[in-house]
């Protein structure tokens, strides 16, 4: 088997083959030193918590490949494993926490310090040890075998309570395509609740000048589980926020999103751009162009801007298209709407996305042809 760089995994702790993963303790958006521990499986789905990218050291200044990898959380993959508090020496115990990676070299800010190398146990069974490279001699372990335990980089026991397995998902499923090998997109949330297609047969329906206008584009209005509001996810490896719109103004409020590399469609591979409609004010306060996500990450949640308030529940109003981002992301048809803008054009939601049947729950799909993964 073995591991593949840039590839998201859950490290099940093998200390008495226990069903304890690496763990990011707290909720929210991770902070400066948080505290990673050992905790019990969630049994299904995406867990950002437990899950981590193996990404590969960057060559040195002078081109010269870097041994090991660091190990970056999938909750913002800035942030990776460190050592926390080991004082001057070099070989000193300490805790295992998560810090911003700084640099890219060596001796760069923070990145030394979060350089790790996986040791092959049996790579058959994806079984490795975590050590530090700067660090030598200490390896990831936690400190008991039950919920909650402590991880420390600690010296070498020769126990498997150092050893780790590297595994796809908490319960050998995928995981909405978190940890998925080919870089699929997949249906951005976790429930899909059609209320409104992108091919509507009332000519007063909003959607109808797009789909019959010239160009034309296919928005689907997504109402999620329909209690409380709902996030949207990543639905690929990686996406980029590349224009903000609205935010206090009279406008409805929009995200435009593009894929960071090539996507797998059933329609085929590309790139794709998202523009996503309706996310309220508080939202768009923290979020800024630029900002990036990985896959499985929330990006935000449903609103009602630009929707009559107290008529109109909050939804995702959502255009893909094919290609990247191009002009302002959005064009005025000839029936007076506009619609999605991309490179290569816009596309129907099922030519697009997958449906992982193991993330997204499919209550109204309005009849339409959705593929599932392969």
């Known amino acids: 088997m073995g591991y593949k760089w840039n590839t ?10 226990s069903n304890l993963f690496l763990n990011r303790e707290g909720s929210g958006a991770i902070a400066n030193n948080q505290n990673l521990s050992i905790y019990k499986s969630t049994g299904s789905g995406v867990n950002n918590d437990h899950r981590f990218k193996l990404v590969e050291a960057f060559a040195n200044s002078t081109g010269t490949a870097i041994a090991g990898c660091t ?39 923070n990145y030394a310090d979060s350089l790790i190398d996986l040791q092959t146990v049996d790579a058959s069974q994806n079984l490795y ?79 109808y000048p797009n789909y019959t206008g010239t160009p034309a584009d296919y928005p689907i209005d997504e109402g999620c589980a329909d209690t409380g509001k709902s996030a949207m996810y990543c639905p690929c490896d990686k996406m980029l926020i590349k224009r903000i719109y609205g935010n206090n103004d009279p406008g409805t409020n929009t995200i435009w999103l593009e894929s960071a590399e090539p996507v797998i469609m059933p329609c085929g591979t590309d790139y794709v751009t998202m523009m996503v409609l ?14 990036s ?44 709407n506009y619609v999605l803008s991309s490179t290569n054009g816009a596309i129907k939601p099922e030519q697009g996305f997958y449906i992982d049947q193991s993330f997204t729950t499919v209550a109204n799909d309005l009849g339409y042809a959705f593929q599932y993964l392969p």
């Open 129 to 207: 040890r975590i050590t530090l490279i700067k660090h030598k001699g200490l390896y990831l372990t936690p400190v008991g075998n039950y919920n909650n335990a402590n991880v420390r980089w600690m010296k070498a026991t020769g126990g498997d309570e150092q050893v780790w397995k590297l595994c796809d998902s908490e319960n050998g499923g995928s995981t909405g395509g978190g940890t998925l090998d080919k870089n699929y997109l997949t249906y951005p949330t976790k429930t899909m609740r059609l209320t409104q297609g992108y091919n509507p047969t009332n000519s007063k329906a909003s959607h």
């Open 293 to 336: 996500f990985v896959r499985g990450e929330e990006m935000f949640v449903e609103g009602t801007d630009g929707g009559s308030t107290g008529t109109v529940p909050a939804h995702f109003h959502i255009s893909i298209g094919k290609g990247k981002f191009t002009g302002l992301g959005w064009t005025l048809n000839n029936k007076g």
């Open 8 to 17: 998201y995994y859950y490290f099940q702790s093998h200390r008495g083959t």
């Open 71 to 109: 190990i970056r959380s999938a909750l913002n993959s800035n942030y990776g494993l460190n050592i926390y508090g080991y004082g001057s020496s070099m070989t000193a115990e300490g805790n295992c926490d998560l810090y911003p990676v700084g640099g890219q070299y060596p001796n760069a800010s």
């Open 278 to 291: 309706h996310v309220d004010d508080s939202e768009l306060n923290r979020l800024y162009e630029g900002k």
